[in-house]
């Protein structure tokens, strides 16, 4: 069965930064490119960044480039998201998901909220 | 403001057939694939479908998706209580770089 398990979300302070976990399971992760997708409370989806199987390529939204960094561990079959400079409007539900293809995510985690408030 | 247009909210009765729009543009699902999602209140979301018209294992024939030049549609026949979810288009946009989401359509079964 694949799993998807997010961590580290919280409270940060702006201008701080946070380290998001995701643990996967059910699959060979290695083999899949992965995609971390946030959802503000009461609106919408929005893609944040995806990364190649082999880290190779990596991709985000302009919102998010320069702060934030998407990296993966194949060896402990985790995905990372670094996030430094939080903002008030980086608040959100962070969810991490498998890619089949660009935008076809077929499997999610939970998510783990991320508030960012002084 | 998403880059995907979607009309916030839909509404049907039981067993009606509702129609769920998402428009773009050429860099977008002018050449990409479209896909849908559905998510229930408090959950993740959850792929409805795929490459502009396939289900995934498991979705009910009564969710069917088709795209057209700039713009998809994901088709809901025989509309049932447990449909009632918000409903997302995403594709890759080839300007962007990145995936794009529509704003979501909030269905209603009356």
């Known amino acids: 069965e694949v799993q998807l398990v997010e961590s580290g979300g919280g409270l940060v302070q702006p201008g701080g930064s946070l380290r998001l976990s995701c643990a996967a399971s059910?699959?060979?992760?290695?083999?899949?490119?992965m995609s971390w997708v946030r959802q503000a409370p009461g609106k919408g989806l929005e893609w944040v960044a995806n990364?190649?199987?082999?880290?190779?390529?990596?991709y985000y939204v302009d919102s998010v480039k320069g702060r934030f960094t998407i990296s993966r561990d194949n060896a402990k079959n985790s995905l990372y998201l670094q996030m430094n400079s939080l903002r008030a409007e980086d608040t959100a539900v962070y969810y991490c998901?498998?890619?089949?293809?660009?935008?076809?995510?077929?499997?999610w985690g939970q998510g783990t909220l991320v508030t960012v408030s002084s | 403001q998403s880059v995907l247009t979607q009309a916030p909210s839909a509404s049907g009765t039981p067993g009606q057939r509702v129609t769920i729009s998402c428009s773009g543009s050429?860099?977008?699902?002018?050449?990409?694939?479209v896909n849908w999602y559905q998510q229930l209140p408090g959950t993740a979301p959850k792929l409805l479908i795929y490459?502009?018209?396939q289900r995934p294992s498991g979705v009910p024939d009564r969710f069917s998706g088709s795209k057209s030049g700039t713009s998809a549609s994901l088709a809901i026949s025989g509309l049932q209580s447990e449909d009632e979810a918000d409903y997302y288009c995403?594709?890759?946009?080839?300007?962007?770089?990145?995936?794009?989401f529509g704003g979501g359509t909030k269905l209603t079964v009356l």
């Open positions: 998901a498998r890619e089949v293809y660009w935008g076809r995510n077929d499997y």
């Open positions: 059910g699959f060979t992760f290695s083999s899949y490119w």
């Open positions: 990364i190649k199987q082999d880290g190779s390529e990596k």
């Open positions: 050429s860099s977008n699902i002018g050449s990409n694939t």
């Open positions: 490459r502009n018209n």
């Open positions: 995403a594709a890759w946009d080839d300007s962007l770089n990145g995936v794009v």
